[in-house]
């Protein structure tokens, strides 16, 4: 009988996670075992998280932590700490999907109703809080694609990268804001200045490896549509993910 879970890890391992990254028991389990799940299982419950087995970028991103970097200067790094202190606070939905307290208060910002997707407004809210405002910057909204659509517009080229760009892993900084669709076809119209569905969050931290970020509106396995905030690793490796990204812009430079 096949195990999801299994399906699941194989899947992920070389491109959310390398082997080599882990830390023991998992450097020493076959990822294609149920004992390695099982190990999984353990440990997100230790942790809070959902025991299901399964090691995505939520689960695998409080097993490996970023390591700590330089202090980031001016209005990026106020943005970044501020979408910290938001993750550290573990919010999450209270009261049914895209409901609660903190949940509404982002959604507030940019005026989506209650019960609305509420990642770009989390990445709204950040950004006005972060800059001591009554409300958040003209190109900020609940929607991604109109985020990213007025955005852009007002980033000079060496404020803005896409997966299009030779040199976008070089470009990329922390306090940027990645924007991304459903899928590559949806990140291509999104860029030809279609309204499309996406994900967006802060770039907190950008290495070799990939680059990572904080999120509203997520979840452990990665999800658009999850239940709170949660810190998420993407790999340069991940091709899924590098291609349905729409983009990145410097929200310190507008």
């Given amino acids: ?26 450097s020493t389990l076959d990822p294609a075992s149920a004992a390695f799940a099982d190990a999984v299982a353990t440990f997100q419950a230790a942790k809070g998280l959902t025991a ?18 330089a202090p980031i200067e001016g209005a990026a790094g106020k943005l970044v700490e501020s979408c910290h202190v ?8 209270v009261g049914g999907a895209n409901h609660g307290p903190d949940v509404e208060k982002y959604q507030k910002s940019v005026g989506v109703a209650p019960g609305g997707p509420w990642c770009a407004a989390f990445v709204a809210w950040n950004v006005m809080s972060s800059r001591g405002l009554t409300k958040p910057p003209s190109w900020c909204s609940g929607s991604v694609a109109t ?9 000079g080229p060496e404020s803005k990268a896409t997966p ?18 459903k899928d590559p076809v949806g990140a291509k119209e999104c860029r030809s200045g279609t309204w499309v ?18 999120e509203g509106n997520t979840n ?8 709170g905030v949660y810190l ?23």
């Fill in 197 to 214: 569905q996406g994900h967006t969050g802060v770039v907190v931290k950008v290495d070799d490896t990939g680059w990572t970020t904080i």
């Fill in 52 to 69: 299901d087995g399964k090691l995505g970028p939520g689960t695998f991103a409080k097993l490996v932590p970023p390591a700590p970097e």
């Fill in 147 to 155: 985020q990213w659509h007025l955005a852009s517009k007002k980033c």
């Fill in 220 to 227: 452990s396995a990665g999800s658009r549509d999850g239940d």
């Fill in 1 to 26: 009988m096949s195990d999801a879970r299994i399906d699941y890890n194989l899947k992920q391992a070389g491109t959310t996670w390398k082997k080599e990254q882990l830390p023991p028991p998992f």
């Fill in 86 to 93: 938001e993750l550290r606070k573990g919010v999450k939905e």
């Fill in 164 to 181: 299009l760009d030779a040199d976008f892993k070089s470009k990329v900084k922390p306090g940027w804001v990645w924007c991304r669709a």
């Fill in 232 to 254: 998420k690793t993407h790999l340069w490796t991940n091709a899924a993910q590098v291609d349905r990204t729409i983009g990145w812009f410097d929200a310190s430079k507008i």
